[in-house]
């Protein structure tokens, strides 16, 4: 396995439509998703999707989490070629950072609760229902696949800040209004 090096904003890979996965049993494939879990693991990320380690395929790899201090720490899961669909119409504002935006948080909007469809790394159809902070992840990563990075989702970019002063972004959230921060 090895360390793959990470997409910074503004690389063009990050702004492409990521094409679909193909053989799922294609060896260079799982050695890219294998690749995938240690870098996340290493950066101490939630989620990666394969443009950011400049693969411009439908690949995302994510830890199934009930929410952001939730500090279980469960298989990553590789998903391929994720399709989301949001149940109910419920968004919420929430707190997310980016592996290929260091030391930036901003506080997006999302679906609170979604059904996700995919295929598992041995190319079996696999799915659930997902809500809160799993959700959120969902959709950052398949947002990646779409050349969409979450600043573009942001309604008010005040609400974009240093990670070192996540706190305070926090509470102008809580002031302005903004129901339910993760
Ligand atoms: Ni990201």
Do not use: N
Request: aromatic share 4%; charged share 30%; with cysteine.
């Amino acid at each position: 396995m090895a360390l793959l090096k990470i997409a910074r904003m503004g690389h063009p890979v990050l702004w492409r439509t990521a094409d679909p996965v193909g053989d799922a049993h294609d060896p260079a494939l799982q050695r890219l998703i294998d690749d995938m879990i240690e870098t996340m693991r290493d950066a101490d990320g939630v989620g990666l999707a394969a443009p950011q380690v400049h693969e411009s395929r439908r690949l995302i790899v994510v830890l199934p989490l009930a929410g952001r201090e939730d500090d279980s720490r469960p298989e990553p899961l590789p998903i391929l070629d994720p399709v989301l669909e949001p149940l109910g119409e419920t968004v919420e504002e929430g707190l997310e950072g980016c592996l290929s935006i260091p030391d930036l948080r901003g506080i997006v909007p999302r679906w609170q609760r979604l059904r996700w469809r995919g295929r598992s790394r041995e190319g079996r159809p696999i799915g659930g229902v997902a809500e809160g902070f799993f959700a959120r992840v969902l959709q950052h990563e398949v947002d990646h696949l779409d050349g969409i990075l979450y600043p573009m989702r942001m309604t008010d970019l005040s609400l974009l800040a240093f990670v070192e002063h996540q706190r305070h972004l926090i509470e102008r959230a809580a002031e302005d209004d903004h129901a339910d921060v993760a």
